[in-house]
Nanobody, 118 residues
Framework: VQLQAFGGGLVPAGGSLRLSCAAS????????MAWFRQAPGKEREFVAV???????YYADSVKGRVALYRVNAKNTVDLQMNSLKPDDTAVYYC?????????????WGQGTLVTVSS
């Protein structure tokens, strides 16, 4: 299984960015797909998740500013981020785990850096 995240970059506060995660080597539709982020000096934190059922959840810190788009036919899951704040600066990771698996996420992408300037 491989997850490749890309789309990060430098963006001014208030700007937008769309991250993409391309998955291979798995039956994509049977996996829960999520985005996490890790800011410098901080623990990794949850951003958004899309379950196989289609239900999507967001962290309170990004709710209303972020939207997750999943396309099973393309094995991709995108994260559209709007009204970005300097606090959103982090390395963003996509992650996957099998539907119904209650353990930690099994597969991780390499991360893509988002830097929001004030």
């Amino acid at each position: 299984v491989q997850l490749q995240a890309f789309g990060g970059g430098l963006v001014p506060a208030g700007g937008s960015l769309r991250l993409s995660c391309a998955a291979s080597g798995l039956t994509f539709s049977r996996y829960t797909m999520a985005w996490f982020r890790q800011a410098p000096g901080k623990e990794r934190e949850f951003v958004a998740v899309n379950r196989w059922s289609g239900t999507t959840y967001y962290a309170d810190s990004v709710k209303g500013r972020v939207a997750l788009y999943r396309v099973n036919a393309k094995n991709t899951v995108d994260l559209q981020m709007n009204s970005l704040k300097p606090d959103d600066t982090a390395v963003y990771y996509c992650a996957a785990k099998r539907t119904g698996y209650t353990g930690s996420y099994e597969h991780w992408g390499q991360g893509t850096l988002v830097t929001v300037s004030s």
